[in-house]
């Protein structure tokens, strides 16, 4: 199955559907933007942004992805498993601080970078390198 339209760019109706979950309305960026692939300036604007609080609504391990609810009352925001800080992969409730990043070309989006949890739900929280079925 070809994902592209005829000029060789990705189909980003196809892509972020298959990575957002769908039935909760819910959608992923498109293109996502890892730690890995923000450029240095993006990074730089993060920086100069407040840290902000928040909930989890979801995050899905095997996905890489999940979604914050601001306590500020913003529209919902992205995060993805690479701008997680720490130890535990979060859960549904767990408090956190992140940074707003600007997602590119536009700017106009954000999602959530420095991602810290600053208050654990009492569920039992896995590690990173925890197996998914424990």
Known sequence: MND????????????THHLSPTKTGMLAPSPIVTRRTRTDSTSALA??????????KYFCKSKGHGFIIP?????DTFVHISDIEGEYVPLPGDQVRYRLCPIPPKLEKCQAVHV????????????????ENN
Request: net charge negative.
């Open 116 to 131: 810290e949890i600053i208050n654990l739900t009492p569920q039992v929280h896995l590690k990173w390198d925890s197996p």
């Open 4 to 15: 592209s339209h005829s000029n060789g760019e990705p189909d980003a109706s196809k892509f």
């Open 71 to 75: 306590d500020n009352g913003d529209p």
């Open 47 to 56: 920086l100069k942004n407040p840290q902000i609080t928040g909930k989890v």
